[in-house]
């Protein structure tokens, strides 16, 4: 099944996955925290997957940029 139509059915029919919201809040600011927990807890699980990645890739990176 091509990306965008997989893509399209997870947001209908989420996966039932639980963001790592401790992860996050422990990188973000006081703000920031405060609206990625307002966030659509599948937009959280999807941007912490995608925080770990880029992690993943660029170790080194700074936590403020």
């Known amino acids: 099944m091509p990306k965008r139509r997989r893509g399209g059915w997870q947001a209908v029919l989420p996966r039932g996955e639980e963001p790592d919201d401790a992860f996050a809040v422990a ?3 006081e703000e920031g925290g405060t609206l990625y927990l307002a966030m659509d807890p599948r937009d959280r699980a999807q941007a912490v997957r995608r925080a770990g990645r880029l992690l993943k890739h ?3 990176a700074p936590a403020f940029a």
Do not use: K, M, V
Request: proline share 17%; hydrophobic share 35%; no cysteine.
């Open 27 to 29: 990188f973000l600011q």
């Open 58 to 60: 660029y170790p080194e």
